[in-house]
């Protein structure tokens, strides 16, 4: 296995800390998301109308 040095080991770090930035930035919005249409749904009391 190769050693990684200098810029290929500051790349390497960006790509992992864009990556986790990714993934709790889309958590978050999914869960967001979801849980804003159940409160509408609940509020205005409609049933989905079509499950896909």
Same mark, same amino acid.
């Given at each position: 296995m190769t050693d990684l040095k200098g810029s290929?080991?500051?790349r390497f770090s960006k790509v992992a800390e864009v990556t986790i930035a990714?993934?709790?930035?889309?958590?978050?919005?999914?869960t967001s998301g979801e849980t804003?249409?159940?409160l509408?749904?609940?509020? +205005?009391? #409609? @049933?989905? +109308?079509? #499950? @896909?």
């Open positions: 290929q080991l500051e990714f993934w709790v930035m889309k958590i978050a919005a999914t804003g249409l159940d509408i749904s609940m509020t +205005l009391h #409609v @049933a989905m +109308l079509a #499950v @896909a």
